[in-house]
């Protein structure tokens, strides 16, 4: 119970620093709004091309948005050692990634929730015809997505490069998850309701989300102390 | 009985040993001066110490733990070069998140009574950005008071602290040996915290050149072990 309690803690003291400067949430909404916009006037969508494109576009906007995001996870402990502080407190090293992946978690939902409408006005796509296995397909590969990027920022925190290397590091982990996503959103938005293969790229991701969130709670301490 | 066993510890940088075969104990109640000139070793020692850092060779015990268990943790305060604090939270939430995170009862009692003993409670909503150096530094003692800790760790703890927080820190750590805490604290301001100390331990080298009581002459001349270790 005190375990959760102190993911609790770390989360809501995340999202209370987070809200109160917004220096990640707005750059990261800024610049996900601003390559939907951008998009929508690059290429004129029509309606079919819209259909194909639009799993791959949201995930790649979600994505990149998200990076800006993760960046600052652990980089905003640095500032008057309180990261030194955190490990030397009682609190389980897994304890202080899972309290943070919430935050981010919560963050980029909220983010996602944003561009979706935003979406469907600039590609007149009308995105919310399967409205509970859209969330479902949010929710999971959001987890993935901040799973991942949490851990690499408290691998990264310590270099000079980390707003390059944390990309770089997470986004070729980050493919299956990606994938799955971008084919389950593509259909979904086309109204289609999974079926067959769509519910083996659900699994997968569901499986991804296990998978890497037990991989990041056995390995955190290691990253942290060394 | 022994609050702090150090039992030879080695710390190795790629091939750069930063700590050779570091021994010694501390009991409950003991003030470690720990002294060395700079890059001696002295924080390589004291964040293995609070675990921020795991040793290449060598253990470390913390009211009979291990230094990296939770039960060590709980019990173990620190204050380093950082105040540790959040700029982005209040003085209030800054300590109610630590009581949290150190599990006590009632982390609003315990966070007020402490903005109380440092005279911040007017400022308690004030967020810490806005506050003065003076007031963050005692914020930042508070912080490390907080869960009344059986061992406290400082690192350079007077320094660029103003007079009030001096007293402040000096009232508090008199209290904590007082009330049977250990405290290791490395430092360069040998007057300050020969006062204080019970035993002295000199770095020089990453090896542990003297350990043992802190004796008058000592107090008289700050720089006796120094030139005693050839380290003047």
Known sequence: MLYFRQVWTI???????????????????????????????????????????????????????GALLLNRSFARELENDCLDVLVTSPVPASALLLGKVLANWVLLLGIEAVCLPVFGVFYNADWARQPWWLALVMLLATWGVTVIGTMFSALTVNLRLRELMLPMLVYPMLIPCLMAAMQLTTALVAGQAPEGDQLAWLRMLAGFDIIFTALSVALVETVLIG | MTALAVENVWKYYGDFPALRGIHFEAARGACVALLGRNGAGKTTLLRILAGLSKPSRGAVRVLGQDCLSEEARRGTGMLGHGIGIYDELSAYENLRLFAALYGLPDAHRAAMEWLERTGLERVRDGLVREFSRGMRQRLAVARAFLHSPALLLLDEPFTALDDRAIALLQGLLRESLAAGATIVMSTHQLREALELATHVALIVKGKLAHAGERTAAMVDDPGYLYREYGEA
Do not use: H, Q, Y
């Open chain 1, 11 to 65: 989360a809501a003291k995340d999202l209370r620093s987070e809200l109160r400067t917004k220096e990640a949430l707005n750059a990261s909404l800024s610049f996900a709004l601003v390559i939907l916009l951008l998009f929508s006037f690059a290429f004129d969508p029509t309606a079919e091309m819209t259909r194909e494109i639009s799993g791959g576009l949201l995930w790649l906007v979600f994505a990149f948005a």
